[in-house]
């Protein structure tokens, strides 16, 4: 099974449950990225799906060049 249809079959079973609300398919989309990313051979991909809230209300990586203007 492709890494698309395996998503799309997460997706449908989990819709078909009745009672789904975003964060239900979040599990989902973690594991695209999860399987596409080792697919690929990348390392040190992460997904965290619900990360802490912060001040601003976004987490921001250290690595990240954000700018106010």
């Not at 991909?45 to 954000?66: N, R």
């Amino acid at each position: 099974m492709s890494i698309l249809k395996g998503y799309l079959k997460r997706l449908h079973e989990i819709a078909s449950r009745g009672d789904a609300r975003e964060e239900s398919f979040y599990s989902a989309l973690k594991w695209l990225i999860d399987r596409w990313s080792k697919d690929k051979g990348l390392k040190g991909v992460h997904v965290t799906t619900l990360p802490k809230k912060t001040e601003a209300g976004v987490y921001i990586t250290p690595q990240s060049q954000w700018s106010h203007t």
